[in-house]
């Protein structure tokens, strides 16, 4: 008679056994889901916000022509201040998209900065002189800052 009070009890806590393991297992899922859409949206945004980014370095080459050019033109004549118009105009575009100027006072950081010329000097590993600048979209580089520096 024991025998088959035990397998009575047994089929009966078999389903509730298989619920439990169901529950856990859609729980699992339910949390998998909500991490899916939680990187799906960061990568959206992501995407969003550095869309711009390869066009952008892209015209910095063209924006460095720029700059010397207005550095060698004559600075009275109207044409002169077309062109600083405009100039102001492609740093307010960078601007808006989150594109800064990498600071290059101060100490090297290899991965904002690059050294194209080394001098002696007091302190190693100080930027002495700006040879092309670089820029980063919120704190993505876009290219990096060609520098001299101390050795």
């Given at each position: 008679?024991?025998?088959a009070k035990k397998?009575t009890?047994?089929?009966e ?9 169901l529950?856990?297992q859609?729980q699992?899922?339910?949390a ?6 939680r990187r799906?949206?960061?990568?959206r945004?992501n995407a969003q916000?550095y869309a711009?980014?390869d066009v952008?370095?892209s015209l910095?080459?063209?924006i460095?022509?720029?700059?010397l050019?207005?550095?060698n033109?004559k600075?009275k ?7 600083e ?6 740093k307010?575009?960078?601007?808006y998209?989150?594109v800064?100027e990498i600071n290059?006072?101060?100490i ?8 194209m ?7 190693k ?10 820029y980063?979209?919120?704190g993505?580089?876009l290219?990096?800052?060609?520098v001299?520096v101390?050795?």
């Amino acid at each position: 008679m024991g025998k088959a009070k035990k397998k009575t009890e047994q089929a009966e806590q078999a389903p509730e056994k298989e619920q439990e393991d169901l529950l856990a297992q859609l729980q699992r899922l339910q949390a998998e889901f909500d991490n899916y859409k939680r990187r799906s949206e960061k990568d959206r945004e992501n995407a969003q916000k550095y869309a711009c980014g390869d066009v952008i370095a892209s015209l910095l080459p063209i924006i460095d022509n720029y700059e010397l050019a207005l550095s060698n033109a004559k600075q009275k004549d109207s044409f002169y201040q077309g062109m600083e118009l405009i100039y102001a105009q492609l740093k307010e575009l960078l601007s808006y998209h989150g594109v800064t100027e990498i600071n290059t006072k101060g100490i090297f950081d290899p991965a904002k900065h690059e050294s194209m010329l080394a001098e002696d000097g007091k302190e190693k590993g100080m930027i002495l002189e700006v040879l092309q600048k670089g820029y980063e979209q919120e704190g993505r580089v876009l290219r990096t800052a060609k520098v001299k520096v101390t050795r």
